[in-house]
């Protein structure tokens, strides 16, 4: 499991250091700090962290998409923990080191009116509903191709950003939103948007996918291989008793 928790936090690492520092460079001469730019970053870092850790710890790198694997019964909630745990380091790490190279205060997701709570909560939940559902869809069916999960998750968080970067960031991770926070204390009082927000979305999306689901037989963990493996130590319990 060490090493599943390692590929979460450096996954996480990627996709939080990606547009913090695209943040801090776009401001330079003859970078680009537009929303197109944002969106693509933010997703072309996810696809990649996707396809390069995903064989190893199925790439959660988001709270939100551990908790709604686990409320789908998709993911063993005795490692929803450790796994918050190393998406939370990952994120701190990355926001630390663009704090480092680039000065503090990069990559913020804030909203764009504080006065309008519903919207931006309502945005969070419906941007993550959308991400979750993509996820939980190429993540946990045996007949989706490896070469899918990457690409479109990849594309529905490009979507996400170009529809909700104006109103919110679209951060659509808790994690995501913490690391530079923590570095703009001041931004500390908005983040409980980027923690309820992500995560009902997320698990509305599972409850939902797992209601739609019809061939359970074609239905795996994420990852798959760890929830197999508790299911067999779980009969060989069972059947020692």
Partial sequence: MIRRYAAEALGTFGIVFAPVALSATGKMPGGDSGLMAAALVSGLAVLAMVYALGPISAAHFNPAVTLGFAVARRFPWRFVWPYWLSQLVGA?????????LFGPGHGLTLPSDLSATGKNLGTEIVLTFLLM?????????????????????????????LIGGPITGASMNPARSLGPALFAPSS??????????PCLGAVIAALCFE???????????????????????????????
């Avoid at 500390?188 to 923690?195: A, D, E, S, V």
């Fill in 92 to 100: 701190i790490l990355a926001a630390s080191l663009a704090a480092l």
């Fill in 133 to 161: 559902l993509v996820i939980i869809a190429v993540a946990t069916d045996r007949r989706v191709s490896g070469a899918v999960p990457g690409i479109a998750i990849g594309m529905m968080i490009v979507v996400n950003v």
């Fill in 188 to 197: 500390l009082g908005n983040y409980w948007i980027y923690m309820v927000g």
């Fill in 211 to 241: 209601a739609l689901r019809i061939d359970q037989s074609e239905a795996k963990g994420a990852p798959n291989e760890l929830l197999e493996a508790l299911k067999a130590v779980e009969m060989e319990s069972h059947s020692s008793q």
